[in-house]
């Protein structure tokens, strides 16, 4: 079983939607969560980092339940520039990253 | 930009040859961390170096071996490199201060092709 597993998608979303995708972790013990947005043969970028609490950052909502050890990611009004493969990240605390396949969002106008 | 820097672009190498890949920390960060991502893949972690030691290591065979120089630069060296080497080759930089790791930021990796 993988460590962080990720629907790979596509999600084809029209332009001004909202679209919404989650990921499971296995470890427990994982202390710190992240989404990271890749473009095609380019290197992840940080997107945002994920509380438990709930955290947004404009059209971007992500959520964390360490119980269910799920953490979820939502996209609001879609941009054609949100086409992209999004990774989930768990970190354990000496910070050594586990990703996710990454799952592929895809806006259509 | 993250100011993480990554030498060479791409490479090619042909099957049991060896490879050095370089990485330049962002200003201020003292750990690198190296990943190897195949096609259709996440990242995976190869190993992290904080203060030139190597603070863990990931499910990777001894040939893939790594230092970090007192500027806190590294390089990933890969001996008796093998097809299924081929992938993108990212360095991630952070500051790890009293033993919590920081965000990571990436360089824009290495692609090695090995024929």
């Known amino acids: 079983r993988k460590e962080v597993e990720q629907d790979p998608g596509p999600f084809n979303v029209p332009e001004g939607a909202t679209v919404a995708f989650n990921c499971t972790y296995s470890?427990?013990?994982?202390?710190?969560f992240f989404w990271y947005r890749q473009d095609c043969r380019k290197e992840p970028k940080l997107l945002m980092s994920?509380?438990?609490s709930g955290n947004e950052d404009g059209r971007f909502t992500a959520q964390l339940n360490r119980a269910s050890q799920y953490i979820s990611l939502l996209i609001r009004d879609s941009k054609l520039s949100d086409s992209a493969t999004y990774l989930c990240?768990?970190?354990?605390?000496?910070?050594?990253?586990?990703f996710g396949a990454g799952t592929q969002v895809v806006v259509t106008p | 930009e993250t100011g993480v820097t990554q030498s060479p672009t791409h490479l090619i190498k042909t099957r049991g040859q060896q490879v050095t890949l370089r990485c330049s920390s962002q200003?201020?960060?003292?750990?690198v961390s190296w990943y190897q991502q195949a096609l259709g893949q996440g990242p995976q972690f190869i190993f992290q170096?904080?203060?030139?030691?190597?603070?863990g290591r990931g499910n990777f065979p001894p040939r893939f071996s790594g230092l970090q120089f007192p500027n806190y630069s590294s390089e990933l060296n890969v001996n008796a490199l093998e097809l299924d080497d081929s992938a993108l080759y990212l360095c991630?930089?952070?500051?790890?201060?009293?033993?919590?790791?920081?965000?990571?930021?990436f360089g824009p990796g290495t692609r090695l092709t090995v024929l």
């Open positions: 991630a930089s952070s500051l790890r201060l009293a033993g919590d790791a920081d965000t990571q930021y």
């Open positions: 470890n427990s013990a994982s202390q710190s």
């Open positions: 994920v509380y438990s």
């Open positions: 990240v768990v970190a354990d605390s000496w910070g050594k990253l586990q």
């Open positions: 200003s201020g960060h003292n750990t």
């Open positions: 170096y904080y203060r030139e030691e190597e603070n």
